[in-house]
């Protein structure tokens, strides 16, 4: 027997057990030549909660590989938890790789989506490599996942290529344990893979494709692409008349659209890039990075109107290399989809749906499984911040340190996402979009069902925004789970804040956003809670003001002027900014108080002030207003605006009408526009501070939690983390989930489990 010898000294077997993210990341390789390297015998296999491995050999060896192990783990592999018992020595020689077993308790451990390693971009740039130009190729290190796996364990038979036959070659390298591409599930050729599918035709010639769609794009086309998790819509960037195009036929007015670059030297070009951006742009994530226009930069004007910024993101799949060295060097890259539904993902959906807007339809075999969008980040105080959570980053979890019940989270109804439980870790899911949207209702209740059977979770307890008629409450509420928990909605925000910086408070929480429902059954928006992870209590907000035409308010911000202006200023001031028309009508609206709820939302005040400075009047998008405003100061602000604090024992409510008035004698002055704007941010920022040290005299508290979807906008969130540091204050902002609704079922989760454990 071969292995006498390493069985005589063979004191030690040990069972290891690995939880995480460590399946389809080159976890098993990396265990199977760390043991070859230390002569160890056992094996080691995939099970449902991670890795189990099996290992024998001497002691010495055994503490190295250990310790190995924990150290060393492959770059994309995450672990959570691992344990390592001693079991009886069973002897043998070498060590192997074995098949999969199904197991009960499944844990999240599904990787997300993968942007082509350098390795394999290399494959492809080799004339002599059999994956020259091949747009499928992928290895351990990179590739799909998230979006093509159907059912755990990750095996390729669970995903969607279990339909391709591996051709022998690839078959080597699949069982190969040295080879980067061992039992690397969408391992593909261009021999045995999916292949490219040009207006309907497949053609295994993918080189002459991919060559025929870049002249298309350089002719000025509107192509649907086919990605990871779903369908774009491309054209040449710098195209006034395609980008144009685009707009129209996609019925999309003001929203900016994405950018992907060739690479980081065309980013650079075009953007103002700062090192934590590009250390971002270049991310095995590859999120979609908000970043500074430069001037000049021979993008066309229809990319983005009235926002300095640009959103730009670099190629991630094989297909979008190949593309963007053949084709325009910056190409648009917006989700293909008619706006505000899910976006397309299967070929007879997208043709169905995408017929119109794309003049030719770039697919291919390959099939999704899981629609998932783009990510969207920004840089913040050289750090990466969240604005949409989705490829790259879903379903790895977050992990909240305390066990929890298994809960589901339904989330907000607009940017919605949910949330699931098990053990100490949340999932989130991808970005669905806003439930409004029959179709993306369906999409949501389908992804709930998906991640459940993913993660084999039952939840016990159903938690769910306070709005009565959000759609997600209603979901929750049809659930039949049996235990609901009801979370509102600006307590939701800071419990998110807080719960992935690891506190369970109390803290002082800053929720500015647009609309979240009231306790008190008002729309609630500019708000300052104390609050922890189970209640919370309303320290202060905004006075509250009219909504007139609830949500006809939110689209036209001159109403929210008007309102505004009508309780600072009276109706005379009134007149000169509107049209007579307009505020006969939106004061009748508000005097008779029809349809005209009372808000004390931060999101309306910026868009009053937008409006009042004549920056925008009408949005298409939501927070355009807010955006355009942010985009317009410049220069240092000159002091600040007045405004009062009431006090009577009662929260501390902000009046602004002083601010309001002083804004309309300024404009009536002609002072630029610019500078106000700078200056009422400083408000707000000086605003939130004196409230704030308010509320730390009060309480003793001085930590303070910032959340809210007004808080995307850098220069307030900027102005006032630095004021409040300086103060004395500790602040805790978002750096794993998005401050603005899509964040929320994070917060929704932790309070349902805060209450559950009381
Ligand atoms: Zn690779
Ligand atoms: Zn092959
Ligand atoms: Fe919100």
Redesign the pocket.
């Given at each position: 027997m071969a292995g006498v010898e390493t069985e005589s000294r063979a004191s030690r077997r040990l069972r290891i057990t690995v939880a995480g993210t460590v399946q389809g990341v080159g976890f098993r390789p990396f265990v199977y030549r760390l043991a070859g390297q230390h002569g160890l015998s056992g094996w080691v296999r995939n099970v449902a909660d991670g890795v189990l491995i099996e290992v024998e050999g001497d002691e010495s060896a055994l503490r190295i590989f250990a310790e190995v192990l924990r150290t060393d783990a492959p770059t994309l592999a995450s672990v959570s938890d691992s344990t390592v018992v001693t079991i009886p020595a069973e002897g043998g020689t070498g060590f192997a790789i074995r098949e999969s077993i199904e197991g009960a308790d499944i844990r999240p451990i599904v990787p997300p989506d993968i942007a082509t390693c350098p390795d394999c971009l290399s494959d492809m740039t080799s004339p002599a490599n059999r994956r020259y130009a091949y747009p499928f190729t992928n290895c351990t290190n990179c590739g799909p996942r998230f979006t093509i796996i159907e059912r755990i364990p990750y095996d390729r038979a669970g995903t969607t290529m279990s339909g391709f036959r591996?051709?022998p070659?690839?078959e080597t390298e699949y069982r190969d344990p040295l080879d980067r591409r061992f039992h690397a599930q969408p391992n593909?050729?261009p021999?045995?893979?999916p292949h490219l599918i040009l207006d309907g035709v497949r053609s295994a010639e993918d080189r002459e494709v991919v060559a025929q769609a870049a002249d298309l794009l350089l002719a000025g086309s509107v192509l649907a692409i086919k990605g990871l998790g779903g369908f774009h819509l491309a054209c040449d960037a710098r195209s006034d008349e395609a980008v144009s195009a685009l707009r129209t036929r996609k019925g999309r007015v003001g929203k900016p659209f994405a950018l992907m670059c060739l690479d980081h030297i065309e980013a650079r070009r075009i953007c103002v890039v700062d090192a934590p951006s590009e250390a971002l742009l270049l991310s095995p994530e590859r999120p979609i990075v908000l970043m500074p226009a430069r001037h000049g930069n021979g993008i066309s004007h229809f990319v983005v109107e009235g926002s300095s910024d640009l959103g730009v993101m670099l190629p991630y799949t094989p297909l979008h290399h190949l593309l963007l060295s053949a084709g325009p060097p910056t190409l648009v890259m917006t989700s293909g989809n008619l706006s505000e539904e899910p976006i397309a993902h299967e070929d007879c959906d997208a043709a169905r749906r995408l017929r119109h807007i794309a003049d030719h339809i770039l697919a291919h075999d390959r099939p999704i499984h899981v629609p998932c969008d783009d990510s969207v980040m920004r840089v913040f105080e050289d750090a990466p911040m969240p604005i949409r959570r989705a490829r790259g980053f879903v379903p790895r979890p977050i992990d909240l340190g305390v066990e929890m019940p298994q809960i589901l989270a339904c989330g907000g109804d607009l940017k919605s996402t949910f949330c699931l439980t098990k053990g100490s870790l949340a999932v989130l899911s991808q970005h669905l979009g806003d439930l409004e949207n029959a179709p993306t209702l369906d999409h949501y209740e389908r992804m709930v069902a998906h991640f459940r059977r993913f993660f084999d979770c039952e939840p016990e307890v159903v938690a769910h925004d306070l709005h009565p008629d959000y759609h997600s409450t209603r979901y929750a509420e049809s659930s039949g789970i049996a235990r609901q928990i009801a979370v509102q909605h600006h307590h939701a925000h800071i419990a998110s804040c807080m719960a992935e910086n690891g506190l369970e408070g109390p803290v002082i929480g800053v929720a500015f956003d647009g609309t979240g429902y009231g306790a008190d059954g008002r729309i609630w928006g500019g708000e300052f809670l104390v609050a922890d992870s189970r209640d919370f209590r309303r320290a202060a907000h905004l006075q509250y003001v009219p909504l007139p035409g609830g949500d006809a308010a939110v689209r036209r911000p001159g109403r929210m002027a008007l309102s505004y202006l009508l309780r600072a200023c009276g109706p005379d001031v009134a007149v000169q900014l509107l049209t007579p028309e307009e505020v006969r009508v939106v004061a009748a609206q508000i005097e008779r108080g029809v349809n005209c709820p009372l808000t004390s939302s931060m999101g309306r005040l910026f868009d009053a002030v937008s409006a009042l400075l004549g920056v925008c009047r009408e949005v298409t998008y939501e927070g355009q207003a807010a955006m355009e405003l942010k985009a317009a100061a410049s220069g240092p602000s000159e002091g600040v605006y007045r405004y009062d604090l009431s006090r009577d024992g009662g929260p501390i409510r902000v009046d602004v009408r002083p601010m309001i008035r002083e804004i309309v004698e300024e404009v009536a002055r002609g002072k630029q526009v610019a500078g106000i704007s700078a200056k009422f941010h400083s408000t707000i920022a000086d605003m939130t501070v004196r409230v704030c040290s308010a509320l730390r005299d009060q309480t003793g508290l001085s930590r303070v939690a910032m959340s809210g979807g007004v808080f995307q906008n850098v220069l307030l969130l900027g102005m006032v983390a630095e004021r409040l540091r300086k103060r004395g204050f500790e602040v805790l902002i978002h750096r794993l989930v998005p401050c603005n609704d899509g964040g929320l079922s994070l917060g929704q989760a932790v309070v349902a489990a805060g209450r559950c454990m009381r």
């Open positions: 591996m051709c070659d690839c593909a050729c021999v045995c893979g």
